[in-house]
Nanobody
Framework: QVQLVESGGGLVQAGGSLRLSCAASGRTFSSYAMGWFRQAPEKEREFLAAISGSGGNTAYANSVKGRFTISRDNAKNTVYLQMNYLKPEDTAVYYC??????????????WGQGTQVTVSS
């Protein structure tokens, strides 16, 4: 199994930037695709970005394309989400997840506990 811990959330003004980190335990980090999701109160969990195990393939939701960048450092067992030009509607709890298939949302079965991101206007 994989254990994930997110960090880097906080309060930021609209237009600002934030970098989230997700640290994974274990020795098989590079075997998993990693994804970032978010969930605002009373809303469904939303897919944001994903990256393949090797880091060679990425996918983004249209809502964050061009603003957010996912990356990973397998030597550190860490995946990142660089968030630029943040908007108030980006306010949510952000989660990282590990899965088997990059393009299969159902395969993301390991989840972190989340980190709060609040964007003020």
């Amino acid at each position: 199994q994989v254990q994930l811990v997110e960090s880097g959330g906080g309060l930021v003004q609209a237009g600002g930037s934030l970098r989230l980190s997700c640290a994974a335990s274990g020795r098989t980090f590079s075997s998993y695709a990693m994804g970032w999701f978010r969930q605002a109160p009373e809303k469904e969990r939303e897919f944001l970005a994903a990256i393949s195990g090797s880091g060679g393939n990425t996918a983004y939701a249209n809502s964050v394309k061009g603003r957010f960048t996912i990356s990973r450092d397998n030597a550190k067992n860490t995946v990142y989400l660089q968030m630029n030009y943040l908007k108030p509607e980006d306010t949510a709890v952000y989660y990282c997840a590990a899965g088997v298939l990059l393009t299969s949302l159902a395969s993301y079965t390991y989840w972190g506990q989340g980190t709060q991101v609040t964007v003020s206007s």
